[in-house]
């Protein structure tokens, strides 16, 4: 799966996609969700909450594991994904699109350009696969 | 720095199928030892096509110790729980290897070959520790051998199973009942062919020489592939058993648990003349239980994991020994150790899940049981 080249990303394979203004959605990678396996409960912060970057905001459950998912920017969150709570199998089929966690208000739209570009979490991904194997 | 060095990891062990797991995309991880796979194609996927078709699972991790010579069963009744002598010639028993505190080193199959020869099947991550404490305590005319290097074992399971099995051996299988063995060719390899398995389904557990595994391995798979047979990880194997309430050593049961408190009196015979731990077995039969095993359903969204501590009236009361989702009956079960007064069905305790507590209510055991 290609990883969109307007996100950014963290070695903790989430994802922040900014939208108008100091808006953006964030997820997880297609990388974390193949790693996680069938993904079959996610739970999100509340409408409101204050994101820290590096900070735990939800927490995505396989059949098999828990992890944590860590806010890759700061800000507080105005929106989050429903549709996700009711299907966390959307996070296994469509990871970077349908399967968004939250919506947040950014406090510093420039902290997401620091992050990783497509191109640098490709490499990294890869560097990550070739590790395990 | 300390005064002991540690010592040196073991190192990781393969079965003969590690190649085999590779190329079919297995993601592999370390079990008890043991560089297995933990799923193929998805946990959720194997687990239903045991529960719906056939699921191969390759079980070569397991331990096989053979007891024999003219005290094989005196040495075999002494360290196991349940009653050996009432087996017959090709007949398997579910038991527990006990220690002198009545609690358990190991859950395992003790195989009847003959009136010389029992095989003790036993988990991979035990094997080592049985035959030394086996060993230990053989004061009969036995011997102990670890055959486990001389064997690959695979479990084919589901519905299935004997469909996909009959028509690669000239053994009739359908007169060998649940718990019974026999040996035969199977694509003209030498096995061992019991009726047995660990997901709460029909199924065979084969035995064999390891040099043939990866010809059992792909037969098996190619003759299932009309009946939709997925090759199934230790992933799907542990939602399986958790389904239908099986016990796993290091959750369920270990050297702190008794077979009474696991809900495992069914394999403690305490009829028998002695065996290790017996008496305080008895005593804890007279004195009553200060705590057993339930199963327990999430009322609430949430999933119950290992080590999640159990709350009544937010005291902490037990723990979580297994929990996860359960795939076949939708919903998130799990089984805990409770005091006896808050074990009856239908009771409500909560679950400690991170930072929220999340109710539960104690449903029977087993989970799921298959139509017959």
Avoid at chain 1, 118 to 133: K, L, P
């Amino acid at each position: 799966m290609a990883y969109p080249n307007t996100f950014r990303y963290t070695t903790e394979h989430e994802w922040v996609a900014p939208q108008a203004g100091k808006a953006a959605r964030i997820g997880i990678t297609d990388f974390a969700q193949h790693q996680l396996g069938d993904i079959v409960f996610v739970e999100l912060p509340a409408v409101g909450t204050e994101l820290v970057a590096g900070q735990a905001f939800g927490t995505v459950e396989s059949v098999k594991a828990v992890s944590e998912v860590f806010a890759p920017v700061s800000g507080r969150v105005t929106a989050i994904n429903t549709d996700l709570v009711k299907s966390p199998e959307l996070l296994n089929s469509d990871p970077h699109g349908a399967a968004w966690m939250v919506e947040a208000e950014l406090s510093d739209p420039a902290q997401a350009a620091k992050l990783m570009d497509s191109g640098a979490y490709e490499t990294f991904v890869a560097e990550q696969d070739a590790a395990a194997h | 720095m300390s005064d002991n060095p540690t010592p040196a990891p073991a190192p990781i062990r393969r079965t003969p199928l590690n190649s085999a797991h590779r190329r079919l995309g297995g993601k592999m991880v370390a079990f008890g030892g043991w560089d297995m796979p933990v799923e193929y194609s998805g946990i959720l996927p194997e687990h239903r096509a045991v529960r719906e078709r056939a699921g191969l699972f390759d079980v070569s991790h397991m331990g096989e110790l053979s007891v024999q010579g003219p005290q094989a069963l005196d040495l075999v009744q002494h360290v196991t729980s349940n009653d050996a002598s009432k087996l017959h010639l090709d007949q398997a028993q579910y038991s527990g290897l006990m220690t002198a505190q009545g609690t358990f080193v190991d859950d395992l199959l003790v195989h009847k070959f003959t009136d010389r020869q029992y095989w003790l099947v036993v988990n991979a991550a035990n094997c080592d520790k049985d035959f030394n404490y086996i060993c230990q305590q053989n004061r009969f005319d036995a011997q102990v051998v670890n055959l486990s290097e001389d064997f690959s074992q695979l479990a084919l399971q589901g519905p299935a199973a004997l469909k996909i099995l009959q028509p690669l051996t000239p053994v009739a299988l359908a007169p060998i009942k649940y718990y019974w063995f026999t040996t035969g060719k199977v694509m003209g390899v030498d096995c061992i062919i019991s009726r047995t398995g660990y997901t709460g389904e029909d199924g065979f557990e084969l035995y064999f020489d390891p040099a043939h595994s990866e010809r059992v391995w792909y037969g098996l798979l190619e003759a299932g592939q009309p009946e939709g047979i997925l090759p199934c990880g230790l992933g799907a194997r542990n939602t399986l058993r958790l389904e239908a309430g099986m016990a796993l050593y290091g959750h369920e049961i270990d050297d702190t648990t008794t077979p009474l408190e696991a809900g495992l009196g069914w394999i403690t015979k305490l009829s028998k003349p002695e065996f290790l731990g017996k008496h305080v077995i008895e005593r804890q039969a007279a004195e009553g239980l200060q705590r057993k095993l339930v199963g327990f359903e999430m009322i609430e969204p949430g999933i119950a994991r290992d080590g999640y501590p159990v709350l009544h009236q937010g005291q902490p009361v037990g723990h979580v020994t297994s929990g996860g989702p359960a795939p076949s009956l939708s919903k998130n079960i799990g089984m805990a150790y409770v005091p006896v007064a808050l074990s009856e069905s239908g009771h409500r305790l909560d679950i400690q899940i991170r930072t929220r507590t999340v109710p539960a209510q104690i449903i029977p055991l087993p989970f799921y049981k298959r139509a017959r």
